[in-house]
Nanobody
Framework: QVQLVESGGGLVQAGGSLRLSCAAS????????MGWFRQAPGKEREFVAS????????DYSDSVKGRFTISRDNAENTVYLQMNSLKPEDTAVYYC?????????????????WGQGTKVTVSS
C-alpha cells in the first residue's frame, strides 16, 4: 500500500497558478503510474491527468489540457500538477492516486491508493 500526501492547494485568483505536490511513502514509487483527480462540491470525482511510471506517457482531460502539466520525480517519490490559467470552475478538492502498473488510467476504480486531498479555490 502506498501512502500519499498532497500539498500545495489554496486560494488563488482566476488566471493565477498553483503547483500541487503528492509525496509517496513507497520506495518503489517508480513502479506506480500516478493520476490526479478532482471533486467539486455536489459533483462526482473526475479525472484530471495521469502519468506513466516512467513519465514517458501523460494524459489530460479536455478541460485542463494546455493549462495543467503533470510530472514526476521518481528520485523524490513525488508527483506534481502545475496548474496555470486557473478558472473558477477548477475549484475542487484535488486527489492524487497510485496505480500498480506502467500506464495511468482515466478511471478512478483503476487506482489502488489515494491521498487525502488538497483544496483548491479559484476566485473570479
Amino acid at each position: 500500500q502506498v501512502q500519499l500526501v498532497e500539498s500545495g492547494g489554496g486560494l488563488v485568483q482566476a488566471g493565477g497558478s498553483l503547483r500541487l505536490s503528492c509525496a509517496a511513502s513507497e520506495r518503489t514509487f517508480s513502479r506506480y503510474a500516478m493520476g490526479w483527480f478532482r471533486q467539486a462540491p455536489g459533483k462526482e470525482r473526475e479525472f484530471v491527468a495521469s502519468i506513466s511510471r516512467s513519465a514517458g506517457s501523460t494524459d489530460y482531460s479536455d478541460s485542463v489540457k494546455g493549462r495543467f502539466t503533470i510530472s514526476r520525480d521518481n528520485a523524490e517519490n513525488t508527483v506534481y500538477l502545475q496548474m496555470n490559467s486557473l478558472k473558477p470552475e477548477d475549484t475542487a478538492v484535488y486527489y492524487c492516486a497510485a496505480r500498480a502498473g506502467s500506464l495511468g488510467s482515466r478511471q478512478p476504480t483503476m487506482y489502488d491508493d489515494w491521498g487525502q486531498g488538497t483544496k483548491v479555490t479559484v476566485s473570479s
